[in-house]
């Protein structure tokens, strides 16, 4: 591929997190994703001392973090990938430098990460612009990629859902939770084809034996996403959007073509995904137990939503509706079953661990 062309992909450039450090971005409100990558910890330090190969350390060991954000969770990822690296090269002749590589959409807010990284810390630090689906680095250069739920974004939303001729056309919802068999095909369709880019790019970018860590947001076999918390959290924000639209504070049409850029795949699916790339041997896949399901509050769940998706309703809807939109959210959400019915806690999230054979 041609160098510096993934930027040309996708309509996702604004499809980031809320930056800076306010009461709504992302900093402050990605408790979940943080306590996700927590439970992952041990099973990372076990699977790079089973299969890292500790032959010949590197010169210098290249970990990209992709769909980083702004920190401090792709902070703490390398750093446990970092120690664990060590610990296993500990006996060998040379230590590695550390290169660590952050990529993450181009409008996202670099600076506030960048501003967050330790001083002094045990690696150089670079950041790797652009969307993951497209190769970002030279072939053969990476020892190993992270990636930390940030592959349930889609790289657009699939045109049949937009399009009113079609069987999938979603009006009046935002998603496929709840809707027809149609729309989920299309959704599901694209996070293929998706997903089928991404394991091919960090194939190419990835050293013979190179290995990568995931962790996927999803649903078990078998689980509707609207009987879940998150499938019932967007249909509460659509039914919002709709009653904005015949409060005539919003154009009816511009709710008919919002639709969320998120796709939340079942561990069959994405076995079914990986082996049908063929670049990789799945050494580990385990469930992660559901953080923030004992106690769900309306106010942390409505502020986490605010803080991944304010810049998709900004993109879509203009300035000035999502103060109200989130406040109705919060509203609902209070009288909403998720809050006291365990039933709809039952998305489950992956870790992935992946090697990259050594012949392609
Ligand atoms: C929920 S955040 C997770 C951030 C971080 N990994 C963590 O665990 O806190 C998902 C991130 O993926 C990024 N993202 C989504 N699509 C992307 C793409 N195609 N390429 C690169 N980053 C992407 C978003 O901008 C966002 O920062």
Request: proline fraction near 5%; glycine fraction near 6%; charged fraction near 20%.
């Amino acid at each position: 591929m041609v160098q510096g062309e993934s930027n040309k992909s996708a309509n996702s450039s604004k499809h980031h997190m809320v930056g800076g450090e306010g009461p709504h971005s992302y900093l402050r409100n990605s408790e979940y994703q943080k306590q996700l990558l927590l439970s992952a910890d041990d099973s990372i330090q076990d699977l790079i001392s089973h299969h890292l190969d500790a032959g010949n350390p590197p010169r210098t060991f290249r970990i990209a973090d992709f769909g980083c954000s702004v920190g401090p969770n792709a902070i703490q990822a390398v750093e446990n990938i970092i120690k664990a690296v060590k610990i296993k090269f500990e006996n060998s002749r040379s230590t590695p430098d550390f290169h660590v590589f952050f990529n993450d959409l181009i409008g996202s807010d670099f600076d506030t990460l960048f501003k967050n990284l330790p001083s002094p810390r045990n690696y150089f630090a670079a950041a790797s612009p652009g969307s993951f689906h497209t190769q970002l680095f030279p072939k053969s250069t990476l020892n190993f990629a992270h990636c930390s739920t940030a592959l349930h974004w889609l790289s657009r939303i699939p045109v049949e859902v937009t399009d009113r001729s079609s069987p999938a056309w979603n009006a009046g919802r935002i998603h496929y939770s709840g809707a027809g068999q149609a729309v989920r095909q299309a959704y599901s369709d694209q996070y293929a084809a998706d997903m089928e880019a991404f394991l091919t790019a960090r194939a190419t970018e990835l050293v013979p034996g190179g290995l990568m860590a995931v962790v996927v947001l999803g649903f078990p076999d078998g689980v509707v996403s609207s009987d879940s918390s998150i499938g019932k959290a967007f249909d509460i924000l659509g039914s919002c959007l709709c009653d904005m639209a015949r409060a005539g504070k919003i154009d009816e049409e511009r709710v008919d073509s919002f639709n969320l850029p998120f796709y939340y795949p079942s561990p069959s699916e994405l076995t079914a995904l990986i082996e049908a790339n063929g670049s990789y041997r799945i050494e580990k896949m385990a469930a992660l137990a559901a953080p923030m399901r004992r106690r769900p509050d309306a106010a942390v769940l409505t502020s986490h939503l605010r803080a991944v998706i304010e810049v998709l309703v900004e993109e879509h809807f203009g300035n000035g509706v999502v103060e109200e939109l989130f406040a109705r959210h919060y509203e609902k959400l209070l009288k909403s079953p998720i809050l006291v019915d365990e039933k709809f806690w039952k998305e489950t999230n992956y870790f992935v661990f992946l090697k990259r054979e050594e012949d392609l």
